[in-house]
């Protein structure tokens, strides 16, 4: 869904008939902020609707190479305290070391999370 106010070509809406958090998901940290969906129908697969695989085992270790870069997405606010966007936004940022990431906020980083982006910089996917 790029436009969050007009149908995307091949957009399906699926009603989600149960939601199972993460067993150790923790609502203060974020910790283990991952849930498994399973939908009422099935997906009818397109060039927009894809499965998404699972990550391979080593997939971290991969991800904290020196240079790794990922892309974030979201619709979030683009100003403090307004609305959503409108339109979905993405930002390229390279991966930051658990060190690094954790010296620069004063939120709780675990060993479950990775960071990206610049330490000196306030970019995300919604600025």
Not at 17 to 34: A, R
Not at 36 to 55: E, G, K, N
Not at 76 to 99: D, H, N, W
Not at 108 to 116: H, K, R, S
């Amino acid at each position: 869904d790029y436009d969050r106010n007009r149908p995307d070509p091949g957009e399906q809406t699926i009603k989600i008939q149960k939601v199972i958090v993460h067993p150790h998901f923790h609502s203060f940290t974020f910790d283990s902020d991952i849930a498994l969906l399973y939908l009422a129908q099935p997906v009818v697969r397109s060039f927009t609707a894809i499965p998404a695989c699972l990550p391979d085992a080593h997939l971290s270790e991969y991800l904290l190479k020196d240079e790794t870069r990922g892309v974030v997405t979201g619709w979030g606010a683009t100003r403090y305290l307004q609305r959503s966007s409108r339109f979905l936004r993405k930002v390229t940022l390279p991966v930051v070391r658990y060190q690094d990431c954790s010296a620069s906020t004063d939120q709780v980083i675990t060993d479950n999370m990775f960071c990206a982006g610049y330490l000196d910089a306030n970019m995300d996917a919604c600025s």
